[in-house]
């Protein structure tokens, strides 16, 4: 369904379709690219469209002034211990077992360079864009993924197109790439099948791309699936076909999942949201069998939420969150990263988690380790201007 073409440093493809401020954090906009590389490791990146709240997915219970913080938020459940500080949501209990092999992990109190505006849409732009605190001008963005693969000697791009899904600028740029969507929830009128039909069908690259992303409109469910089984969770197809294909040659994945913007009760509202990370999770974990162990996922988001929950039960826009990682490639059980603490003088402008790290750090660090590119070209191209600093070492 997809083409592998050399790299090169000139042409883009790009596909996407544009949406209203509300798009920012929509659950259902889940566009893929893949990309496929020399070696046997494997790089899943995840957008958690809609600023996650690292707090309350990595509770910091052990903080003496967490819960006069969060009153109604820290006392929604106590969660899973992960240490003699930390506990995870819990309505993630259900990846547990990850952290006990070691295939689940955190860094707390990173963010991107972007501070105080705190759109989205500008947010999500530069956090796939990796650039420092400002966005260059629109005609000139890519994403630091796609000038990733640019420095992979021998590289290929492996790409799938994308219908009904918002465009990934992380993977855009001038290694070739493009986007599909497995949604779904797509609802593709007679006519508009027809016409895709028509415009793809005689394309080599797109016309099955096209043509499965249309049998999904229909039932995400495998064929042979009996007629009374129930539909799946977009998230979990979205998994299925990101794990489907590498196992075969794709070594590079990006994806978002949306739902993260919880300004009301976000003791219910983030729950969809943290249902899907799990099962996305979970997904990847088992249909990736023995490749799983060469695998590091790297969960995202723009940028966190205050330190002090609203009068409303949620919290509004902020600066330090959490970076969510996993996978059988990474040192899990451990949450990494300096904690600054959550007292008055500690937080960032008097509201939000004060960032220790920048986000870029940990994903140039990753790639280094995973793909062998140089520590000159992560900081000098990929994420151009920034000082990586100390190795982590989220890499096992």
Do not use: K
């Amino acid at each position: 369904m997809s083409l592998a073409a050399p790299l090169s440093r000139r042409g883009l493809l790009a596909r996407g379709l544009a949406f209203g401020c509300s798009a920012a954090a929509s659950p259902l906009l889940t566009p893929i690219a893949l990309a496929s590389t020399p070696g046997e490791n494997r790089l899943v990146v995840i957008i958690l469209r809609g600023a996650m709240d690292g707090m309350d997915l990595l509770r910091p219970v052990g903080d003496p002034d967490f819960a006069g913080l969060r009153p109604t938020l820290a006392a929604n459940g106590d969660g899973y211990a992960l240490d003699n500080f930390f506990a995870l949501h819990p309505d993630l209990g259900g990846l547990a077992p990850m952290w006990g092999a070691g295939e689940l992990g955190f860094v707390a109190a990173v963010s991107t360079p972007y501070r105080d505006r705190r759109s989205h849409f500008d947010g999500q732009d530069l956090l796939e864009a990796g650039t420092g605190a400002d966005l260059p001008p629109a005609s000139q963005r890519d994403g630091w993924l796609n000038r990733a693969l640019v420095h992979l000697d021998g590289a290929h791009q492996r790409t799938a197109f994308a219908v009904g899904g918002d465009r990934m600028l992380i993977l855009e740029g001038a290694a070739l790439a493009t986007a599909w969507a497995p949604d779904a929830r797509l609802d593709l009128s007679p006519q508009s099948r027809l016409l895709l039909s028509r415009l793809y069908g005689a394309d080599p690259l797109f016309a099955e791309a096209s043509a499965t992303a249309m049998d999904l409109a229909d039932d995400p469910r495998p064929p042979a699936a009996a007629a009374d089984a129930p539909r799946q969770d977009p998230s979990e197809v979205l998994a299925a076909y990101v794990a489907a294909r590498l196992n075969e040659d794709t070594r590079i994945a990006a994806f978002s999942l949306g739902g993260w913007d919880t300004h009301q009760n976000q003791a219910t509202s983030m729950r969809p949201a943290l249902t899907r990370l799990e099962a996305t999770l979970l997904r990847l974990r088992a249909d990736l069998g023995p490749n799983w162990r060469r695998t590091a996922v790297l969960a995202m988001t723009e940028f966190g939420r205050t330190a002090r929950e609203n009068g409303s039960g949620g919290t509004d826009h902020g600066t330090g969150g959490a970076l969510v990682l996993a996978g059988g490639a990474l040192r899990g059980g451990r949450v990494h990263g300096a904690w600054p603490g959550l007292a008055e003088g500690a937080l960032y402008d008097g509201r939000d988690l004060m960032p220790t790290r920048d986000v870029r750090a940990h994903a140039g660090w990753a790639l280094h380790a995973l793909f062998g590119i140089r520590r000159a070209d992560v900081e000098g191209a990929v994420f151009p201007g920034l000082d990586l600093g100390p190795d982590p070492r989220i890499v096992a």
